[in-house]
C-alpha cells in the first residue's frame, strides 16, 4: 500500500498517502500547509523541511508544496485537487515570534511593511486594489483559484510596469479576505492566523484525508528531525534515504511586555491551545 506526504506552510504543511507517493502541501507552511511560517533562512523553514523530505523520501514517495492550494494559502474542499489517502502534517510557528516575524518580513503585504507595533497587529488585513484589478469586472477566478472577491490582488502583479521587488514582494499583494465567502477582510492580522490555524484542522475531515499532524517549528529546531522521518517511516514502510537534521540553537527575536501583553489580550487562545500554544507570562 502507497502512502502520500505533502509539506506546506503559514502559515505552512506535509502529506503521505497509503499508495507510496508523497507530495509536499501548503506548506501550511505543512499545508499549511499550511498555514503559518513565513521563509527563513533555517533548516526547518517550510521550503527546507519541504526539501527534506524530498531529499529523504522522493526515491519511493514524491514529494510537492501544493495540497488544494500552494502552501500556506487557505485550503478549499477541492476534493479533486489533491491526492486522497493521504497523511497531512501541518507545521505551525510560535505565535509571538510568528506575528514578529510577519511584521519584520511583510511578504506580500504591502498596507503592512514597515509598520510598528501595536499598528502592525491591529491594522485591518487588507489592501487597496490597484493597476489591472481595478479594470476586472469582479466575477473572474483569479490567481491561486480565489474567486476575485476572496482576494486582492486577483492578478499575480496588477501594475506589471512596477519595478519587480525580489525582497518581499510588494508588488504582489496577496491578501486573504475571510475564509467564509463574505469578501470582507479580516479585522486584522491576529484574526487571520485563527482562522488559518481552523482551516489546518479541518483538513483532517476533508474526503480521502488519512489523518492529521501537527508540529511545532520551535519544537523541530530544539530536537532536529529524526523523529520526525522515524514517524514517517513507520507511517509509510519507505526508509528515508537521508541524514536527520540535527538540533539547533538558535536566537530568538526579543519582545517588550508591553508586545506580549497585547497579543495576549488580543490572540484567540482557543485556537493556539488546538495546536499546542499558550499565552506567556509577562
Known sequence: MQREVFVGVFWRAMSVDHCGNAQALFTFSLLFLIPLTPCSLTHFSINHTSSHLHDCFNHSLPVRKTFSRYKHWFQPHDYWRYPHDTLVIAQFRDPYLWLEAMRSIPHHMPAHAGLEWPEFLSKPWTTPRIGLDLELKGDEMCQHHFQYKDIISCIHRPEPER????????????????????????????????????????????????????LQYEYMLAHGTQQLLDHIEEWTGVKAKCSAFPPQNRPQRGLTTEEIRYINDHLNWTMEAAIGFEPRFA
Not at 491578501?175 to 490555524?197: A, T, V
Request: hydrophobic content about 35%; aromatic content about 8%; charged content about 35%.
Open 163 to 214: 519595478p519587480v521587488d525580489n525582497r518581499h514582494s510588494l508588488d504582489k499583494p496577496l491578501y486573504e479576505m475571510r475564509n467564509d465567502g463574505s469578501g470582507i477582510p479580516y479585522d486584522n492580522i491576529m484574526e487571520l492566523r485563527s482562522d488559518k490555524i481552523r482551516n489546518i484542522l479541518e483538513i483532517r475531515d476533508f474526503p480521502g484525508v488519512a489523518d492529521l499532524w501537527i
